[in-house]
């Protein structure tokens, strides 16, 4: 008896954590959509729409590293609910500001949401049996898949009718109503840590990392504006230098690192971690450009005039290709091995952004370009994850799937900023119209991280691709 009731909570316990970041990867997916609206109302410029993701991002590139150590040292049911409500306390927060300033707050808040993910792939590795790992895996990622499709689909009604803040109000009740079901769930479980060692969190870690990735996204900002070799943006690029100099020497001295940097000698886990930082570089530039685009009006030169209704859906063969292809991605690796998905992965990825550098204003060459990016985006960082989760034991599963995500985040915060920084470079400050050569720079500077991704993973060792291959169970989905 006692042991059906531990596996009915373990069930609910992994399907409760995966809701509710299906419901954060809603929430999330609603902004791309909204960004014009959010522009206008707020009255900001291109380059200050980079701060809606920033924070966001930035965020979750520091808390999803702690995260990650918190839930190989606590119990992950209180990890999940402290997660949880701070993601809330930011919606709230974003839903009620009246200026860029307090958004990106609100912003940042939500971006502790991140770290339900290494958390889900470390309650996966710990309640369910080895064979069905890459199942739980892949549940993972379906999860954020249907949830970015569904949030592109309603996301222009949503804001069209009731104001961008409706895209924080709807998952609010959700978001509170998984954690007070954790919370009933933690009662009387028996679920304990994975790791029993050194109980301690490396703050001063977190702070350095915060720190360095602050200076890089400031200089970026200010560069348009200032000037790539003014004092104020080239004491911001020292500041993420010093910074970041600082953050790797702390990391490999502390007896209980933030990112375990040991973990990138094995030749597997670092160029997994090139490609989980290529993809969210190249994904995110895309997700930002694209809406501003197509609602940009024709009369400019481009554009495709697009109503706050219709962003979503030029956004939504993203959401339809990443979600089909999730369920997937094992038996692929089966039919082939890890190295081989994650070339394609990458080739879908810088194959769709070059079709948006040649954007004609044709609605069927952005729809097709988006459905390449969704597919290149789940191929690569869903093997990516499958690889490294299968690589170490229990103990670190959150914390290298953290490591990974950190690493994306990172390439994510990047590239978005970047993106609105090279918008920003063409844009006529008098007329505040932005010229077509922007989205071009943005893209092909992206096309050349994706590519230097795509000759990373032909590099990926065939032996440990053949031996990770060998783990995958015939009757995994």
Not at 182 to 193: F, I, K, R
Not at 285 to 293: E, K, Q, R, T
Not at 444 to 465: Q, W
Request: charged letters at 10%; hydrophobic letters at 55%.
């Amino acid at each position: 008896m006692t042991h059906t009731t531990d596996s009915i909570r373990n069930r609910l316990t992994l399907t409760t954590a995966i809701f509710g970041l299906f419901v954060f990867s809603l929430l999330e997916s609603m902004i791309a959509p909204a960004l014009p609206s959010i522009r206008a109302e707020l009255n900001i410029t291109p380059t200050q729409v980079g701060w809606v993701f920033t924070g966001l991002l930035l965020s979750g590139a520091v808390s999803t590293a702690l995260i990650g150590r918190l839930a190989d040292l606590y119990e992950k049911r209180w990890v999940f609910c402290g997660v949880m409500t701070i993601a809330s306390l930011g919606v709230v927060l974003a839903a009620l500001a009246d200026s860029i300033t307090f958004l990106a707050i609100g912003q940042a808040l939500q971006g502790v949401g991140f770290g339900l993910v290494p958390l889900c792939l470390g309650l996966v590795k710990e309640l369910m049996p080895r064979d069905r790992a890459s199942f739980g895996v892949g549940m993972v990622m379906v999860a954020i898949c249907l949830s970015t499709l569904l949030g592109l689909l309603i996301a222009g009604t949503l804001v069209a009718n009731f104001g961008y803040q409706a895209i924080y109000w709807l998952p609010l009740l959700a978001l509170i109503g998984c954690t007070l079901v954790m919370v009933v769930l933690q009662q009387g479980s028996d679920l304990q840590p994975a790791s029993h060692g050194d109980k301690q969190v490396d703050w001063l870690g977190g702070f350095l990392l915060a720190v360095s990735l602050s200076g890089l996204l400031l200089a970026l900002t200010l560069a348009p504006d200032e000037g790539w070799t003014a004092f104020p943006v080239l004491g911001l690029f020292a500041v993420f230098a010093v910074g970041m100099s600082l953050w790797v020497a702390h990391e490999k001295r502390t007896s209980c690192p933030l990112v375990d940097l040991t973990l990138l000698q094995d030749r597997r886990v670092y160029i997994s971690a090139f490609i989980a930082f290529a993809v969210g570089f190249c994904s995110l530039s895309a997700y930002v450009l694209v809406p501003l685009f197509v609602q940009a009006d024709p009369a400019g030169g481009y554009g495709l005039g697009a109503t706050v209704e219709q962003i979503g859906m030029y956004l939504v063969p993203f959401g339809i290709a990443s979600s089909a292809i999730a369920p997937l991605v094992s038996r692929l690796e089966r039919l082939t091995n890890p190295r081989l998905v994650m070339i394609l992965g990458m080739l879908a990825l810088v194959l769709g952004l070059l079709l948006l550098a040649l954007m004609d204003s044709s609605r069927t060459q952005v729809l097709i370009a988006m459905t390449l990016i969704g597919l290149g985006t789940v191929l690569a960082l869903s093997e990516m994850l499958s690889v490294v989760v299968r690589t170490v034991s229990i103990d670190r599963a959150a914390g290298i799937s953290g490591l990974m995500y950190v690493i994306r985040n990172i390439g994510a915060t990047t590239g978005a900023q970047l993106s609105v920084t090279m918008l920003g470079v063409a844009t006529d400050t008098s007329s505040g119209t932005t010229a077509f050569v922007g989205y071009q720079w943005a893209l092909f500077i992206a096309m050349g991280i994706g590519a230097l991704a795509v000759l990373a993973a032909i590099c990926f060792p065939t032996s440990a691709a053949d031996e990770v291959r060998s783990q995958v169970p015939d009757g995994a989905n």
